[in-house]
């Protein structure tokens, strides 16, 4: 088990900011590709971010791509998504999640899901 805890969620003015986090308790966390996901209200859940388990590697969806950043600090057990430029269609539920080794920016590749942040961005 991975249990994961997002935070840094709120809400923003369009062109704002925000920095979600993700930690972890399990020092296990370091072995595991991390991505973020979001579901907006009434769509499906979406690629966000990803990042390899050692940090060498990154991808990006193409609507994020340029203001969005993912990093991690294993030593923290935590992964980061610095959001800026934000829009209102930026606007979801922001999920982190863990998949063993290799990054991937498929869902259905990841084994262990934190309970979302809400990030709300108005106009």
């Known amino acids: 088990q991975l249990p994961l805890v997002e935070s840094g969620g709120g809400l923003v003015q369009t062109g704002g900011s925000l920095n979600l986090s993700c930690s972890s308790s399990?020092?296990?966390?370091?072995?595991?590709?991390m991505g973020w996901f979001r579901q907006a209200p009434g769509k499906e859940r979406e690629f966000v971010a990803t990042?390899?388990?050692?940090?060498?590697?990154?991808a990006y969806a193409d609507s994020v791509k340029g203001r969005f950043t993912i990093s991690r600090d294993n030593a923290k057990n935590t992964v980061y998504l610095q959001m800026n430029n934000l829009k209102p269609e930026d606007t979801a539920v922001y999920y982190c999640?863990?998949?063993?080794?290799?990054?991937?920016?498929?869902?259905?590749?990841?084994?262990?899901w934190g309970q979302g942040t809400q990030v709300t961005v108005s106009a």
């Open positions: 399990k020092p296990t966390f370091s072995s595991y590709s």
């Open positions: 999640a863990a998949k063993y080794y290799r990054m991937s920016i498929s869902e259905e590749d990841y084994d262990y």
């Open positions: 990042i390899m388990w050692s940090g060498s590697s990154t």
